[in-house]
C-alpha cells in the first residue's frame, strides 16, 4: 500500500472508536448542556452554578486537589528517586508501592472507611491504647477536619503511585553523565535534584501533573465512601442531577464545567512547565 | 602548584581487578596521556582520580594534598566528558557558567569568566544557544570552556575528542593543546588513539590489562617500548617481530641472517619498525604479499621465515606482488623482548 496512505489507514480504527464512543456522547452531553427543549440556552448553567451547594463543591473540589496533588507530587519525587538509587529489588519495590494503582476507587474508600468508621481500626486501637472511653464517630458533621484528612489520605494512598511510575520513567531516561558533570562542577545531591533531575524531568512531570489533576477534579468514590454527604464536590453533585433529580441537563452542564476547569488547569501546567524554545529535553 | 600522585591504586569490581597496584607521578602542568584499548583501566583510573569512583586500596594526592576521602568538588579539578554532558536545557552561557554558580560567584564574575573562556574556545557567538542546536564539535568547544572556567589546577579529560570525525579531530588536537598549554593546568587525557597520543602528550602512560607498562615521553615508548605490548600497541604499522636464537658471543641468528644483539643465551625477540627497514645486499629476505602506496611512502607487507612483516619503504621503488626483497635493519633502531617476561632486554 502506498506509504504515504498507510499511517492513516492504521490509525482509523482507533479514530473511529474515539469519535463514536467518545467525540458523539461529547457532541450530545453538550447540546444537552445548551438547551433546555426550546433551542440554545444558558438555563442549566445558571441553574446549577446558582444552587447553594454549587460554591461549596467547588471549592471543597480545589481544596481537596490542593492538598493531595502537592502532597503526591512531592512523595512521588521523593520515591522515584529513592528506586532509581536501589541497586537490587528495585522493580520488586516499585510493584509494591503501585498495588493500590489496582484496586478501584470505591474498594480504595471503602478500605479507608474500615479504618475511620465507628467500629473500624482507629476506634479500636484509640480505645485498646485508653485514648478514648468510647468509639468516636470521626466521619460525622461534627469533625469536619477529620473527614477533609481521611479523604485526603485515602486519595494520597491511591493514587501516587500513578505519577510515581510516570516520573521513574522519567528519571530512568536523564543520562547519568549530567549528574556526574554537575558532582565535577560542584553541584551538592539538593543542587542535582533542582538543576538537573527537576529540569530535565519537565516532560514527564507534565504528563503526571496534567493526569493527576484531572483525576483530582473527577474525584468521587473515595469522597462518597468516606465523606457521603457530608462533603460533597463537584463531581457528586453531577452525580446526583443525573440520578437523584433526574435533571440530565443540569448534569450535562456540570460535567461541562468540570470539563473546562481541568482544561484550564492543564493548559497553566503545560504553560508553566513548558521546555525553553530552543532546549532539546 | 598541582603534582599529582597515585600510590598503589588498585580497583576492584566484585571479583574483576580493574586495576593492579597503580602507582604514577603526574608533575605540575605536565600533559599526561593514559592510553591503551578498552577495558585496559584508563577510564577507571580517571574517574578515581576524578571521585567519580572509589578506589578499593591506594591514595591519590593533588597539589600535597591526599583527596581521595574527597567529592569530586573539593578537589580542584575539573572534567571534560566523552558525551560532552553539556546539559540540554541550559544555555551556552548557563552551562559554561555552571560550576561559577555552583561556587556562589558574583555575576559579573562568571560573565567575566565565561565570556573570557568562550572567547579562547571560539564560541563567543553561541553563548545563547542551547546545546540542541549545535554541532558535535561545538558541544565539544562548550564542555572544554566549561572545564576552563573553573580555572581549575588539573583538568581531566575521558575521550574528548572521540565522538568527532577525523577531520574535527585533528584541529581541535592541535587546539585543545595550545589552550591547555596556555592554562597552566596538569591534564590528563584518557584516549585510545596513539595519534592523538603521541602528539598532545609530555608524557604517555601505556596501559594493559589494569596495569601501567610505560610511562615516558612520547618518543621514548615509541623509539624503546618497555614492552612487546607497548611495541605492538604504538605505531602505525606496530612492531615487526621474529623469533631469534643465540649464536654465541652477542650474536643472533634471525630468519637465517646473523644479526648483534645483547649477551644472553635463552632465546629472544627480535623487534624492528616498518620505517626502520632499507633494501639493502644483506639482510632479511622478504617475499612481498601486498603493496599499498600511501603517496609519501610505500607500506609493503612481506613474509619473512613465515611471519608477518611489514616495511614503510620510499614511494619511488618499484615493488610488486611476489617480489623478494632483502631489508636490513637500522642496526642501532633494533629492539630485543624476552618472550618470558614479554620486557624490553638491553
Known amino acids: ?281 | 602548584m598541582a603534582e599529582i600522585q597515585i600510590k598503589n591504586v588498585a580497583k576492584r569490581f566484585g571479583s574483576y581487578q580493574a586495576l593492579h597496584d597503580i602507582n604514577l607521578t603526574i608533575q605540575d602542568q605536565e600533559f599526561m596521556v593514559l592510553l591503551g584499548a578498552s577495558g585496559c583501566g584508563k577510564t577507571t583510573l580517571l574517574r578515581i582520580i576524578a571521585g567519580l569512583e572509589t578506589a578499593t586500596e591506594g591514595e591519590v594526592w593533588i597539589g600535597g594534598r591526599r583527596v581521595d576521602h574527597l567529592p569530586p568538588k573539593d578537589r580542584g579539578i575539573a572534567m571534560v566528558f566523552q558525551n560532552y554532558a553539556v546539559f540540554p536545557h541550559l544555555t551556552v552561557f548557563e552551562n559554561i557558567g555552571f560550576g561559577l554558580r555552583m561556587q556562589k560567584l558574583p555575576n559579573d564574575e562568571v560573565k567575566r569568566r565565561v565570556e573570557r573562556t568562550a572567547g579562547l574556545m571560539h564560541i563567543d557567538q553561541l553563548l545563547g544557544r542551547y546545546s540542541g542546536e549545535l554541532s558535535g564539535g561545538q558541544r565539544q568547544r562548550v564542555a572544554v570552556a566549561r572545564a576552563l572556567a573553573m580555572e581549575p589546577d588539573v583538568i581531566l579529560m575521558d575521550e574528548p575528542l572521540s565522538n568527532l570525525d577525523a577531520l574535527l579531530r585533528m584541529e581541535m588536537r592541535a587546539e585543545l593543546k595550545g589552550v591547555l598549554a596556555e592554562s597552566n593546568t596538569t591534564a590528563i587525557y584518557v584516549t585510545h588513539d596513539q595519534v592523538e597520543a603521541m602528539s598532545m602528550a609530555d608524557r604517555i602512560s601505556v596501559m594493559h590489562q589494569g596495569k601501567i607498562v610505560q610511562a615516558a615521553s612520547p618518543i621514548e615508548v615509541y623509539r624503546n617500548p618497555a614492552a612487546e605490548f607497548v611495541a605492538g600497541f604504538i605505531g602505525n604499522p606496530p612492531m615487526n617481530f621474529l623469533p631469534a636464537t643465540p649464536a654465541g658471543d652477542g650474536k643472533w641468528t634471525v630468519a637465517g641472517q646473523i644479526l648483534d644483539g645483547p649477551s644472553r643465551t635463552t632465546p629472544l625477540h627480535f623487534a624492528i619498525r616498518p620505517e626502520d627497514l632499507r633494501p639493502a645486499d644483506t639482510g632479511l629476505a622478504a617475499t612481498v604479499k601486498v603493496v599499498e602506496p600511501l603517496g609519501a611512502h610505500l607500506l609493503v607487507t612481506c613474509s619473512v621465515d613465515g611471519a608477518l612483516f611489514r616495511a614503510v619503504l620510499d614511494s619511488d621503488l618499484t615493488v610488486r606482488r611476489g617480489d623478494t626483497l632483502t631489508l636490513a635493519p637500522q642496526p642501532d633502531r633494533v629492539r630485543w623482548f624476552d618472550p618470558e617476561t614479554t620486557l624490553a632486554v638491553a
Not at chain 1, 447540546?31 to 454549587?54: E, I, M, P
Not at chain 1, 475511620?116 to 468516636?136: A, H, I, K, T, Y
Not at chain 1, 443525573?242 to 484550564?264: C, E
Request: hydrophobic share 60%; charged share 10%; glycine share 6%.
Open chain 1, 1 to 281: 500500500m502506498n506509504a504515504r496512505v498507510l499511517p492513516y489507514v492504521l490509525i482509523l480504527p482507533v479514530t473511529a472508536f474515539l469519535c463514536l464512543f467518545f467525540l458523539y456522547p461529547f457532541v450530545l452531553v453538550a447540546k444537552q448542556a445548551f438547551s433546555t427543549g426550546d433551542g440554545f440556552t444558558l438555563d442549566n448553567f445558571r441553574q446549577v452554578v446558582g444552587y447553594w451547594k454549587f460554591p461549596i463543591s467547588l471549592q471543597n473540589t480545589l481544596l481537596l486537589a490542593a492538598a493531595v496533588v502537592p502532597v503526591q507530587l512531592a512523595l512521588a519525587l521523593l520515591m522515584a528517586t529513592m528506586v532509581n538509587k536501589m541497586q537490587r529489588g528495585r522493580d520488586l519495590v516499585l510493584y509494591v508501592w503501585t498495588i493500590p494503582l489496582g484496586i478501584s476507587d470505591l474498594a480504595a474508600g471503602i478500605i479507608w472507611l474500615a479504618i475511620f468508621e465507628q467500629s473500624g481500626f482507629l476506634n479500636s486501637m484509640l480505645s485498646g491504647l485508653g485514648v478514648v472511653d468510647r468509639p468516636v464517630n470521626f466521619l460525622s458533621y461534627q469533625h469536619p477536619g477529620v473527614v477533609f484528612l481521611a479523604i485526603a489520605l485515602a486519595e494520597i494512598w491511591r493514587a501516587t503511585a500513578i505519577m510515581l511510575v510516570i516520573l521513574v520513567a522519567g528519571i530512568g531516561l536523564i543520562p547519568k553523565e549530567y549528574y556526574e558533570a554537575a558532582e565535577v562542577f560542584g553541584a551538592s545531591p539538593w543542587k542535582r535534584f533542582t538543576r538537573i533531575t527537576l529540569p530535565l524531568l519537565r516532560p514527564s512531570l507534565q504528563t503526571a501533573l496534567v493526569l493527576r489533576v484531572i483525576l483530582a477534579f473527577e474525584v468521587f468514590a473515595v469522597v462518597l465512601a468516606l465523606g457521603g454527604t457530608l462533603f460533597p464536590v463537584l463531581m457528586s453533585e453531577t452525580y446526583a442531577y443525573q440520578f437523584d433529580l433526574l435533571d440530565s441537563g443540569a448534569a450535562a452542564a456540570m460535567a461541562l464545567i468540570i470539563l473546562a476547569i481541568s482544561i484550564g488547569f492543564t493548559l497553566i501546567i503545560l504553560r508553566a512547565l513548558r521546555v525553553p524554545k530552543g532546549a532539546t529535553i
